[in-house]
Every structure is written in C-alpha cells, then in structure tokens.
C-alpha cells in the first residue's frame, strides 16, 4: 500500500513552453502532497505544500506564477511549470501523506525534466 | 527547522552492519525522527521513524540516544542494493508536516 505515481517520467520540452507534471496517490487518499525539485548531485529542495481544496504554499524563493500547483481531488495533484527555460531543467518530485496523524511521507518516482 | 548533521559519505562491505549516525542537538520534544533513502533518479524511499523509543522494522533499526540529541540508523547485513543517500529528518508532530532535507549521507557497498 500507499503507492505515488508520476506522469510523466520524463519530457524533454522547447523553451518557451508549460509542461504539467501529475501526482497520484494510488491506493490511498491524501489530504496533503508535496513538490520537491532535485538538481544534479543536490539534496531535495521542497517547492510547495498542497492541501485539497485550498492554495498551495509555496516556500520562500520559489515563484509561484511560474510554478502553477494544483490539487483538485484527494488523489491528485499537478505542478505546472509555465514558460519553461533550460534552468528548469531538474527532477521534480512529489509525495503524499494519508489522513493519519503522525504518517509519514510517501514519495513518487520523480520526472525528469529537461528545457531545451 | 531544527537541523541534523550528517556525515557526507561512508562505506562498509557487503554482508556487514552498517550504523549511520545523526546528530540533532537542538531537537524539541514534538519532532519525530524520520529516515529515507534514495537510490539513484529515484524518489526517496522511507525507512524507518521514531520519537523516543528504539525502533525495528524488515528494513532496518533505529537507535535513539537517551537525550534524543542523537540517533542511529542500523543496517543489520548491507546488501549492494542499500547502496544510497541516507537523509535523517527531524519532522513536527503537529503543525507543518514538510520534510526539510539536508545533505544526506551517501552509502558505498563493497562487494
């Protein structure tokens, strides 16, 4: 139980152009997800909180025009980048929580996102 | 955000315990003490957590010194496959529930 998927795993783009990223809590429902962004040989760094229902969060130094959160359903949640430019270019990851006080996060395989 | 210190990189050998060390000195009474791992392009895996007790899972075990300042991860017989980024997070029990992560600790096995 409690699987995260991503879509998709991968996508090269032009720059100039908005890719959508979708998060999926399979086998659970989940009142908060995540957005993590990676570059290369770096740790994790949280973009934003999204909660159900409500205006994600974004954290301190991250635009969040540019970065269009999303989380319409229990199960779902989508990072848009708009306008992307090659220091886009990095793995973006999300997890979700369950509705259980105390669980722990749960993340997905990552997407690959390369800005040409 | 209270912090954790981890070493940057260690090795050991296949089939040997591996005990990675946190240091968390300024940990408040509400944080947990989580544990993830992360293979390489892959997202983070979680191992194990705790709050004052030690804890013991397939996965690993987890030791948690009295005062809590610190903690250590234990991998009883390292496979090639534990080969990761070992990253030990200190998370609210309440309140915000994002995982702050620091610089990890990046494990070798040797064969």
Known sequence: GAVVSQHPSWVICKSGTSVKIECRSLD???TTMFWYRQFPKQSLMLMATSNEGSKATYEQGVEKDKFLIN???LTLSTLTVTSAH???????I???MRRRAGDTQYFGPGTRLTVL | DAKTTQPNSMESNEEEPVHLPCNHSTISGT??????RQLP????EYVIHGLTS???NRMASLAIAEDRKSSTLILHRATLRDAAVYYCILRRIQ?????VFGQGTRLTINP
């Open chain 1, 28 to 30: 659970f429902q989940a």
């Open chain 1, 71 to 73: 989380h319409a359903s």
């Open chain 1, 86 to 92: 090659p220091e886009d270019s990095s793995f973006y």
């Open chain 1, 94 to 96: 999300c997890s979700a």
């Open chain 2, 31 to 36: 944080d947990y003490i989580h544990w993830y």
């Open chain 2, 41 to 44: 392009s892959q997202g983070p």
């Open chain 2, 54 to 56: 030690n804890v013991n």
């Open chain 2, 95 to 99: 309140g915000a529930q994002k995982l």
